[in-house]
């Protein structure tokens, strides 16, 4: 399935590594591995803040477990799907490049920085993560000198989860001023998913091969719980997604009974009930020994209780057709059976409700917010002064506000969350 149109590269690199054996998604992983954006995921936070303890993922971690787990969903659908798996043209290197790819474009301090940068671009623009991402390898990581990691078309199409454009869906309160960054509330100002107008040439590139009716059906646009959001997305993004969801919902569940933030009790009382509702006789039957392998006291059973989580939901994943497209790679997406994702949805909330909504996580995400803002403005308002010297003359070479704007947005967003806090402090704390 996979043919020329699809491994063409923006940019044609005349040199050949002498008995290179790869093939061009070994070569997009190897890209990515080696970048300088996925090395500073050490450092940025998942979950717990970055130097909470020495056990909790990180973003670079969660990047790993995400790409194995989708390298595990592609040996499964190949298993059980093989025709259809081999005429998509399904691709374990493929995969595991976009896992270890897909958070490389959020910004430090979680949520809390991404929620600074977009209400700092608002007139600019917005900031999103999955949009920055997008920036990054087809532009700001220097492997090239202007088309970023110059991956394959099909890898930077399976990078692109919202095939939207912000401006499209921004709602017009994100135009409002507050009268001070610390009355700036985080639930008011989650950015929209999409990409950013800026990079919307890149993006015509990449959906170039695809005829003018799937194009338009993949950017169309659908109102969900009051959002305007994208409803459609390319056969390796929907499974990357999945492995991403997987990561998330499990093993930020177990970082959270490790360092002791929820206990068998809670866990109990709130999923004992909805799982074994499920139509699944694994849940119904056997529900306790689960929840006592979770809760061990022995890491072994823990781990095996994660282990048989993840196969759980891995197995539960199929192709199913999408309706309307006419290109294999839209005409098919990575979907979890109901169970299973009702399964999957209830673990997500959980960590959501009990971890990622805790004090201790919200304040470390407000203070970081707090930090990304005030640096933003710090070099909004003097950048040749305040800026490293290639990023000032990137600055200087922007030509409209909003493009000098992202100048900045990229600088920021690139930061780790250590680095930012010592920048915090030379701007603005005393010695």
């Known amino acids: 399935m996979t043919d020329a149109k699809w491994t063409a590269r923006l940019c044609s690199q005349s040199q050949q590594r002498e008995k290179d054996h790869r093939n061009p998604f070994q070569r997009d992983k190897a890209r990515v591995l080696h970048s300088a954006a996925f090395r500073r995921l050490q450092a940025k936070t998942q979950v717990m803040s970055v130097g909470t303890s020495d056990f909790h993922r990180t973003r670079l971690t969660h990047s790993l477990e995400a790409s194995q787990i989708g390298q ?54 917005g900031f999103e993560g999955n949009g920055q991402t ?50 700036l509330k985080a639930d008011l100002w989650h950015p929209p998913k999409g990409l950013f107008n800026t990079d919307k040439d890149m993006y015509d590139w990449v959906t170039a091969p695809f005829s003018e009716s799937d194009r338009t059906l993949l950017s169309s646009l659908q109102v969900r719980n009051g959002m305007t ?5 390319s056969v390796d993004c929907s499974v990357m997604e999945l492995a991403d969801d997987i990561a998330y919902g499990v093993h930020d569940l177990e970082d959270a009974i490790t360092m002791g933030i929820i206990h068998q009790q809670l866990f109990d009382d709130e999923m004992a009930e909805p799982l074994q509702k499920i139509e699944h006789a ?19 059973e823990r781990k095996d209780a994660i282990g048989s989580l993840v196969n759980y939901l891995v197995t539960a994943i199929e192709l199913q057709s999408v309706f309307g497209f006419e290109d294999p790679l839209l005409a098919y997406n990575a979907v979890m059976k109901p169970a299973a994702k009702n399964a999957l949805d209830l673990f997500k909330r959980f960590v959501y409700r009990h971890v990622i909504k805790t004090p201790q996580i919200q304040r470390h995400e407000y203070r970081g917010q707090q930090v990304i803002m ?28 909003e493009s000098k704007h ?18 915090y402090h030379a701007l603005f704390l005393p010695e």
């Open 72 to 125: 595990g969903i592609v040996g499964q659908l190949q298993l059980k799907q093989a025709e259809l798996a081999q005429f998509i043209g399904l691709d374990t290197p493929l995969i595991e490049t976009l896992c270890l790819a897909h958070d490389i474009g959020h910004p430090p301090f979680g949520h809390g920085g991404e929620v600074a940068l977009h209400y700092m671009m608002r007139h600019n623009g």
């Open 134 to 183: 997008f920036r990054i390898v087809t532009q700001l990581e220097p492997y090239t000198a202007e088309n970023g990691m110059n991956l394959c078309r099909r890898t930077l199409l399976g990078l692109i989860k919202y095939p939207v454009f912000i401006s499209d869906i921004q709602p017009k309160h994100h135009f409002d001023n507050v009268d001070d960054f610390k009355q």
């Open 229 to 233: 959001k994208s409803q459609y997305k």
């Open 282 to 300: 694994w849940f119904a039957q056997d529900y306790k020994s689960l929840s006592n392998r979770l809760f061990s006291q022995h890491h072994y």
């Open 374 to 401: 005030q640096l933003f403005e710090a070099f909004k308002s003097d950048p040749t002064r305040l800026l490293p010297n290639n990023t000032a003359m990137r600055w200087q070479q922007a030509g409209s506000l």
């Open 406 to 423: 992202r100048v900045l947005c990229d600088y920021l967003s690139g930061m780790t969350d250590a680095y930012a806090m010592r920048m």
